[in-house]
């Protein structure tokens, strides 16, 4: 392994160097265990890191609350997402896809922003931020700053919409209902065991329900089901309108056919395509038990 | 004959505590804190295992987070402090109370994992101290078994089953 690497001090130099390394193979580094990993089994010849790690920026490393929601900078770390007593109680769902992630050691230094650029389809915070309809918050060399849903931020496996003059700046997650008065909201994981694992299949709910009961918002997002993490969009409008505990057992499975319908899983070593589609529609079953 | 390609190589210096002194080095961009701690600095008590940031035998804590050593680059312990194995004991002679109680819990057999275990020990009590963790579980003071075994997760061990290292680490928080 061997690479060279710039530290940018503050996000102008961070952007000063992005433009400089225009013409050049340059990755982003932020929490660095994805990539470390993938560069000491595959080094990459002339490739320059841009090390974000000490960027000294609030905006690009913290959280803010404000009225419309919650915003975290790209280099948020999972950890500090498990530990906020504000996330858990708000938004379950991310918590627990933080808590879910690989380990105690990963978390301290793995990044929100890391998780999506990433861009896995079994990227488990991405699948969170999905089903929380979050917006994507990019800044350019220009000085241009550009948002995007972040249904539209992957494109493929291992490819998003972010140019190579851009950087991750932060992502938003938009303040639940005002008249939401339960949340039934968390990740399931599926995996072979329960620690270090690369999900086989995920499933990312956060619903909201009024005080009669009544689903007034939904988010469903599948992992490592899709080439990307994809948003169940008609399985959440099917929802719309029900009440969240007297929905029947056809209304179940009828659900789960809308979240399978996103689901094009492939065969690999750790599960077959067709044990990946059974398990998914059991545990979207599972949400209303 | 092939020609030989000539790479200058960057160095970047670095300056950080390494348990208690102060370290200046010059390094590579691509070198990961494991390789700076055990081949430059000397220090082979943390060790490396799997390398790609499983198994948790380097762990290391940077500013008082456990951190795979492995996959972490050593640029940025860049003013900061790092506390590896070596460090944990004041140097009186006496073992930490982390080590203390593995031993007497016979937490230890080959001792490979050892190091890791008692750095991710150590930053479990650590967090639980200053509040730095999970919400809302075990009225918040002490971690239930469960939850050591979570903590740990990281931090892999091939002879003990984890029976006695939980153990040891369940003391400390009923103590």
């Not at chain 1, 997402?81 to 808590?99: R, T």
């Not at chain 1, 931020?153 to 008249?179: C, D, H, M, Q, S």
């Not at chain 2, 691509?30 to 081949?39: F, G, P, Q």
């Amino acid at each position: 392994m061997n690479f060279e690497i710039i530290n940018p001090g503050t996000t102008k130099e961070l952007l000063g160097a992005v433009n400089k390394l225009q013409k050049e193979k340059f990755r982003f580094g932020a929490g660095c265990t994805d990539l470390l990993m993938e560069l000491k089994k595959k080094p990459e010849d002339g490739l320059t890191i841009i090390n974000l790690s000490q960027v000294k920026d609030s905006s690009f490393s913290g959280i803010k609350k404000s009225a419309k929601g919650m915003r975290l900078g790209a280099m948020f770390t999972a950890h500090k997402i498990v530990v906020n007593e504000e996330i858990k109680n708000a938004f379950n769902v991310l918590h627990e896809s933080a808590h879910n992630l690989a380990s105690t050691q990963i978390r301290q230094v793995a990044t929100v922003g890391g998780n999506l650029c990433t861009a896995s389809p079994s990227g488990d915070i991405a699948c969170a931020l999905v089903a929380l309809d979050a917006t994507c918050e990019m800044l350019s060399t220009t000085g241009k700053r550009r948002e995007i849903n972040i249904k539209e931020f992957f494109i493929g496996v291992r490819t998003t919409a972010i140019g190579k003059n851009e950087v991750l700046y932060g992502i938003a997650v938009p303040a639940n209902e005002k008249k939401t008065k339960t949340i039934h909201s968390n990740f399931i994981k599926i995996g072979t065991r329960r620690s270090m694992e690369c999900s086989v299949v995920s499933l990312a709910y956060h619903i909201q329900v009024n005080e009669e009961g009544v689903i007034i918002k939904a988010g469903v997002s599948i992992g490592a089901s899709a080439p990307t993490v994809r948003f169940a969009e008609e399985a959440c409008d099917f929802l719309i309108g029900k009440k969240f505990k007297a929905i029947s057992q056809k209304e179940k499975e009828e659900f789960a056919e809308k979240v399978l319908s996103y689901a094009s899983p492939i065969t690999d070593i750790r599960a077959t395509s067709w044990y990946r589609k059974e398990v998914l529609f059991n545990i979207s079953k599972s949400i209303f038990e | 004959m092939k020609k030989e390609k000539i790479n200058k190589v960057i160095k970047h210096d670095i300056s950080f505590k390494l348990n208690g002194k102060k370290v200046d080095c010059s390094i590579k961009g691509s070198t990961v804190l494991l390789d700076l701690l055990r081949d430059d600095l000397e220090l082979k008590g943390t060790k490396a295992g799997c390398n790609e940031g499983e198994c948790g035998a380097c762990t290391v804590l940077v500013d008082d987070a456990p951190v795979n050593s492995c996959l972490y680059l050593a640029v940025n312990v860049n003013g900061k402090s790092v506390t590896t194995i070596e460090g944990l004991a004041n140097g009186d002679g006496e073992l930490h109370p982390v080590q203390e109680s593995l031993v007497k819990s016979g937490a230890v057999q080959c001792g490979f994992c050892t190091s890791g275990m008692a750095m991710a020990i150590k930053a479990m009590v650590s967090q639980y101290e200053s509040g730095q963790h999970v919400p809302g579980e075990s009225g918040n003071n002490f971690p239930s078994r469960e939850e050591i075994k979570k903590y740990l997760e990281g931090n892999l061990c091939r002879c003990t089953g984890y029976v006695k290292i939980v153990d040891s680490a369940e003391k400390l928080f009923s103590n």
